[in-house]
């Protein structure tokens, strides 16, 4: 008798997503990116009349800037950074060699300047850092941008390439402050919109070794990090679908981001994990978005 | 008396693409994204009729498909892979003393399973290779991805990271070819419809080394590859913003892709280079949207 089929073989049998034979790196079908996209419309305007730009990055973001941010001392089993072969015709004949031998062949591939982006806001922070001091009112951005995280797993939720879409408040510890509490309730209107089982609750970060424990544990205690909890895995908690992080002055003071006062600025972040978002529609209303309840294809599709 | 704005200059200034600090990689504006959304709405409508399939596939593939691929062989100096931290608690103290001395931190840096995908279509083959022979009819696929490619440039349309939508026909050499030449016609439709100047021609890819310049000699005497090109850059040649390849059976035999009666499939694929042809766009019609020609944003607006 076989094992009773995973939600991730049933996406794949439904031909929702394609296995590529690594854990957490799937193609999407036509259908699984338009509920995205109509996700991403209601998002979007939810925030039309506050945001002061909009942005898409592409997957990478500069590697001076991300070893700024501080990832690689909080979450480097997480990064990735790209590398290229720097070698001449010698060294790539050595390549080939060791290619078809089944050895490493990787000697020659040299780091980039481009790491893979670990968080849509992250090659913000750089952008608005050169802009010289924020306005009284400011920066109210909306993002959207594929990132990555080197953790393989069989968990659909947990894909190592994923799109976020995020708003970024950046001003002072109010503004930032009030920012993330609309957002909050903002999230619990969309959950009941798509008839979402939801919960909020404080979270931390998966902060490396054990200095990182020390870390995950103050995240917590000071509230910087809440998610929207949903059950969508096989028998597994439930997955952050939604969070809602308050970081206070640290990215202002790492990236030298100043209010019209000359003080570092403050700044906050909703982001939308536009995956498993759609795979908790798909897990709760079923593999066929054409039997969705009325309700939930109303709000996205109109 | 400063040097003349360039082109992309003008795009930062204007705040249709972000400057990142690193070339050819920028933030995209809202306007810029959709302009890319109404050219991919305009490109898919032209098959819509005729696929078997859409997909849209994360921005890396398989490390192993990539290598059957034969990219390391042809294009080493293009590609890039990712690579991750793969070590302990005192492994990463040393990374971080590294880094903050300005040193190599990059030594527990290891491949992933995950190199940066090349172009579009190369995380198809796998997939229809495993589903076993191919229907008499072949298959006709919508495609979608960003792709990476290591050449760091002034040049707004040579970005690092950028985005292909691609057709790809799989099946008999007669299905391939025929395939290729409609969306030659198909091509030069598109850009009268754009208004953009335009020219056909055939071209070769940027084999590695000196053992490349003749697999480039060869590519261009059995007329394999063909660009659409228009000037979009300052000075410098016309830029190719569509392609239309046909690979013979070597696709079919690298990964194993057979026809109904055992051979190997031919494929043959169309590529529209999404942010070059935004770029051709912006260049001749100005960077205000709103002014271009009433015709154009017909085609692309409706």
Redesign the interface.
Known sequence: MSAPATFLDKLFDQ?LL?????DG??????V??DVISRFEQLALNLGKDEIS??????????V??F?TSGY??NF??????????C?N?HD?MG??QC?AAGED??AN??????A?TPAACY??Y??LARRGKLPEEGAYV?LQS?C?R?E?SKEPTR????RQREYVRVGTQEQTIAFRETWKQRGVEIMELLQLPHEVDVANDPF???AGRMMGVSQREQELKFEMLVPVNDGAGPTACMSFNYHMDNFGKAWGITLADGTPAHTACVGFGLERLALALFRHHGLDTAQWPEGVRKALWG
């Not at 790196?25 to 036509?30: E, F, M, N, P, V």
Request: glycine letters at 10%.
């Open positions: 031909g394609y296995d590529s034979g690594v790196l799937y193609g999407r079908s036509a699984f990116e730009e909009a942005m898409v990055f592409p997957p990478g973001m500069p001076p800037d070893k690689m001392k480097p089993q997480l990064a990735g950074t790209v590398h290229s072969f070698g015709d790539h390549l080939i290619m062949w990787t591939q040299k780091i980039t300047d481009i893979l090659p913000l750089p952008i909306a594929y990555f080197h393989p894909m190592q390439m994923f490396f070794g054990r």
